[in-house]
């Protein structure tokens, strides 16, 4: 069989654990002299990266943009898997190797904890999308993240016309940051994400309806009452261009809904907003819609290509790994995050990722309300997880929300357990950045 004939999303030939991760922790982030540690517990000095075992994918403590994660084919950055390492001890109450610890041995099987979480992301994901068929897995890893290498296994969605696409970039938001204006924090404050079961959360907003095969049909130019405009964009499957006074809002409402704020340093200017984001956010604020496109289709799922794979969707046990959900995570970035378009030198977004995104949002934000209304300062909040920032004695309430609305991560009592006996991370007293992150 030819390569080309293997499928993707129904692969044969399974053999297990076909791509084996580890950890290296640089001393610096130049990325010279460290400590490697590998799954089984054990741990060895090297003077740089070219003493890594080349059998196996190092995840490593190195920012995104350092040179050496592109130079090495096996070595990766903190965000490869589009959360960082320290997010991922969190949430299974894992003491982070990648933080000063008592002893060496100690750190080792932590580490080694760790490298056995990222070997079951890049084993379930080789087997969901065919790459440990015929030794592809070392072919098909080849991007600095995993969201990428699984989006060149997906079709590609298509594209809509130039002006079309100008709106929906402007009316794309990946995730919402009311907090980002806060550039300093006390140091007596921690930050926790609170997680959904991500492969469930994924699967439901999959599943819901969007503009995919279908003409759009541009309006403008006419004299028209607002309020019945307003009705009929809502009813429809539209992305208007708007005006939004917030004037008549209560500040904690505009700012929780952060329309614009998604926590980039260099965001888009937006004037557009598509149907799911418009019926929520008419209920806060006075709009009045200038022009607006409308979709001539029937809205309906994506079609299964690019739905979660089957070894996903299928298994109910899928839902009980984490691993899973880090995998169902990066599929959906895949589909949704907006592209490079080198032609016009923008970026893009297709329609489908658009729509979800907003969809994501919306839900998102009736649960961030309620964090507000119990005292926590929101932070970030999409695709599934909720980062606020409280004080210590908080997380007694805290553990309360996360039960009451079904978040499933992280472990709570492991944090608060870490901090009455001094090993967590100190939290606050920092300068927050503007520029993206994974949750």
């Known amino acids: 069989m030819d390569n ?18 580890a950890l290296v922790a640089f ?63 969190r949430d299974l109450a894992i003491t982070n190797p990648l933080e000063p610890a008592p002893g060496i041995e100690e750190t080792a099987n932590c580490a080694a904890r760790l490298s056995s979480v990222f070997t079951r992301v890049t084993t379930i994901a080789a087997r969901a999308y065919g790459w440990d068929v015929y030794e592809m897995g070392p072919l098909r ?17 298509a594209s809509v016309e130039p002006e079309l696409q100008r709106a929906l970039v402007q009316a794309y938001q990946g995730f919402s940051a009311p907090d980002t204006t806060q550039y300093y924090w006390s140091p007596n404050h921690i930050s926790i994400t609170l997680r959904f079961n991500e492969l469930r959360y994924i699967n439901q907003l999959l599943s819901a309806p969007v503009p995919c095969k279908g003409k759009w049909i541009k309006v403008q130019g006419q004299a028209w009452n607002q ?35 998604s926590g980039q340093a260099k965001g888009s200017q937006r004037r557009w907003l598509t149907q799911p984001e418009l019926a929520w ?53 895949a589909l949704t995050e907006q592209k490079w378009d080198r032609d016009n030198k923008i970026m893009s977004a297709t329609a489908p990722a658009t729509w979800l995104r907003a969809l994501d949002r919306a839900m998102m934000y009736q649960i961030a309300y309620k964090a507000e209304k119990k005292g926590f300062t929101v932070q ?32 709570l009592k492991w944090i608060q357990d870490q901090h009455a006996l001094n090993q967590a991370p100190a939290p606050g007293a920092v300068k927050k950045k503007a520029g993206w992150h994974p949750l």
Not at 41 to 54: A, D, T
Not at 143 to 151: F, K, W
Not at 237 to 258: C, F, G, K, M, Y
Not at 308 to 329: I, M, T
Request: proline share 9%; net charge negative.
């Open 4 to 21: 080309e004939q293997v499928p993707l999303h129904k692969p044969t030939g399974i053999r297990p654990a076909p791509l084996p991760c």
């Open 27 to 89: 001393e610096s982030d130049q990325g010279r002299a460290g400590c490697c540690y590998l799954p089984d517990g054990q741990y060895q000095q090297i003077e740089g990266p070219s003493q890594l075992r080349n059998d196996i994918l190092w995840l490593s403590n190195l920012p995104a943009l350092e040179p050496l994660t592109h130079l090495y084919p096996n070595l990766r950055s903190r965000v490869y898997l589009n959360r960082r390492p320290e997010d991922i001890c």
């Open 141 to 157: 890893v080849r991007e600095p993240l995993l969201m990428r290498d699984i989006e060149a296994s997906l079709p590609t969605i």
């Open 227 to 261: 309020s019945e405009v307003l009705d009929y964009c809502l009813a429809r499957p539209t992305v208007v261009r708007a005006s939004i006074d917030w004037s008549n809002t209560s500040e904690q409402e505009s700012v929780l809904a952060a329309f614009g704020m």
């Open 281 to 333: 956010i008419s209920k806060l604020a006075r709009i009045e819609i200038h022009q607006f496109w409308v979709f001539e289709g029937n809205l309906q799922p994506l079609s299964d290509e690019w739905q979660l794979p089957e070894l996903l969707k299928d298994r109910p046990q899928a839902a009980l790994s984490y691993s899973a959900g880090l995998v169902a995570h990066n599929h959906f970035l």
């Open 380 to 411: 970030r909040y999409g695709l599934g997880s909720l980062q606020v920032r409280i004080h210590p004695d908080q997380i007694a309430q805290l553990e309360a929300f996360r039960q009451e609305n079904g978040f499933l991560y992280p472990d």
